[in-house]
């Protein structure tokens, strides 16, 4: 057999089975991500939003590629994929000190990808020498076409490495790493590298989109109103990813949400996740470290949500660290409530952030005291356990589910 070139019918077999790939139901990619992001080795990567969904659009452009150069020429070898996705993901992977994260990154979609497509080989042809080439075919196809692409990215980002890494954003988001990590930097030091002032109290931000090609501009206009609402002066701003600002405002109470919501409607696809508020360089630390556990908890949750600070989510942040657990928590508290209208889960919610007082918790949703008492009463009938007996449980059930997407 002529290693080069594969049989007509082997050749039929990998076309017919890249054809499979491209109409692949949107599930099947899901699937084929998921895969790849919970790695112990992605945990970095899957941990950060931003950085999870630009390392998606990567993996989907080359599977795609793959198979689509498959269906034009099965077997052949396919030219290095260097598109505006690849690219991108590898950029932000490089201003993030993850630079080799983003070769692991393609060897585990590779493995995944070829897990994949061997149940897709079973699938196509039971005949032992058939498939053993198909095998041998593909694998050589897929396995070459990833080196290609690494390479070829790689020779392309070195080029870029020292203007990724040098200058003002690097030299802060240097520092800040260096505090993250406790490092022993006075705050003086640190202060004079960073322009900014550590012996304040500050409250931190991260600021983000997930869109493909989002607008920068964007990010540092929200930026500069978390300050304008905090009445603060002109905050600290790191650029983490393209995508991505890590925000730290002079500010003694953190920003209103509700007023951050009105500006950030006009702010296409921005999202922003709040620290706690402290004094001095552990306060810029933790403010930090809070307000990153607050933007993982709404990409944990796949949230809608487009704002959260840190007090708010807290408590949600806690229970649903183990999705699982998190999820048979909520079912056996809720039962039935689970799914039941929003204006029931809400009224539910409010009277016992209420501390159980009818009056006020009307008050609050602009409720006529007669339907909340309805609503009330069909959530006992719902419930596993009277509200009563239950409430606090009950409370930080819905919590969770009033941040989780659907």
């Given at each position: 057999?002529?290693?080069?070139?594969?049989?007509?019918?082997?050749?039929?077999?990998?076309?017919?089975?890249?054809?499979?790939?491209?109409?692949?139901?949107?599930?099947?990619?899901?699937?084929?991500?998921?895969?790849?992001?919970?790695?112990?080795?992605?945990?970095?990567?899957?941990?950060?939003?931003?950085?999870?969904?630009?390392?998606?659009?990567?993996?989907?452009?080359?599977?795609?590629?793959?198979?689509?150069?498959n269906v034009r020429d099965p077997g052949a070898p396919v030219p290095a994929n260097v598109v505006p996705e690849l690219l991108a993901a590898s950029r932000d992977l490089v201003r993030r000190g993850l630079r080799e994260s983003a070769v692991r990154a393609y060897r585990i979609g590779q493995n995944a990808l070829w897990e994949h497509w061997m149940s897709i080989a079973f699938e196509l042809t039971s005949d032992p020498q058939e498939l053993r080439e198909l095998l041998?075919?593909?694998?050589?196809?897929?396995?070459?076409?990833?080196?290609?692409?690494?390479?070829?990215?790689?020779?392309?980002?070195?080029?870029?490495?020292?203007?990724?890494t040098r200058g003002t954003h690097a030299e802060r988001r240097e520092v800040v790493e260096l505090i993250m990590a406790g490092a022993p930097i006075s705050p003086q030091h640190a202060a004079s590298r960073l322009g900014y002032n550590l012996e304040q109290t500050h409250t931190a931000a991260v600021i983000w989109s997930e869109l493909a090609g989002s607008d920068s501009s964007q990010l540092d206009q929200a930026s500069e109103a978390l300050a304008r609402i905090a009445h603060a002066a002109r905050p600290l701003s790191v650029i983490a990813s393209a995508a991505t600002r890590w925000v730290w405002i002079p500010a003694r109470v953190a920003?209103?949400?509700?007023?951050?919501?009105?500006?950030?409607?006009?702010?296409?696809?921005?999202?922003?996740?709040?620290?706690?508020?402290?004094?001095?360089?552990?306060?810029f630390r933790r403010s930090h470290l809070d307000a990153l556990a607050t933007q993982r908890l709404l990409a944990r949750l796949h949230s809608p949500q487009r704002i959260a600070s840190f007090g708010i989510i807290q408590l949600a942040s806690l229970?649903?660290?183990?999705?699982?657990?998190?999820?048979?928590?909520?079912?056996?508290?809720?039962?039935?409530?689970?799914?039941?209208s929003?204006?029931?889960?809400?009224?539910?919610?409010?009277?016992?952030?209420?501390?159980?007082?009818?009056?006020?918790?009307?008050?609050?949703?602009?409720?006529?005291?007669?339907?909340?008492?309805?609503?009330?009463?069909?959530?006992?009938?719902?419930?596993?356990?009277?509200?009563?007996?239950?409430?606090?449980?009950?409370?930080?059930?819905?919590?969770?589910l009033r941040w989780r997407g659907g």
């Open positions: 057999m002529d290693r080069q070139r594969p049989s007509e019918p082997v050749r039929e077999l990998v076309r017919r089975g890249a054809r499979m790939v491209l109409d692949a139901p949107q599930g099947w990619l899901d699937e084929l991500d998921e895969a790849i992001l919970s790695s112990p080795q992605m945990q970095t990567i899957a941990d950060d939003p931003v950085l999870a969904e630009s390392f998606r659009r990567a993996n989907r452009a080359n599977v795609l590629a793959w198979a689509a150069a041998e075919v593909s694998a050589r196809s897929l396995f070459s076409f990833i080196d290609t692409t690494n390479a070829a990215i790689a020779a392309q980002i070195q080029t870029e490495v020292e203007e990724l920003p209103d949400p509700p007023q951050l919501g009105k500006i950030i409607d006009e702010l296409r696809g921005v999202r922003i996740a709040v620290g706690s508020t402290g004094h001095g360089i552990e306060g229970v649903t660290e183990n999705p699982e657990r998190a999820d048979q928590f909520i079912k056996d508290t809720l039962g039935e409530l689970e799914t039941a929003p204006e029931v889960r809400t009224a539910v919610l409010a009277f016992v952030t209420e501390q159980c007082n009818l009056s006020r918790a009307s008050a609050k949703l602009y409720t006529h005291r007669n339907t909340l008492l309805r609503r009330l009463t069909r959530a006992d009938q719902l419930l596993p356990r009277p509200l009563e007996e239950n409430s606090v449980n009950v409370a930080v059930a819905l919590d969770v």
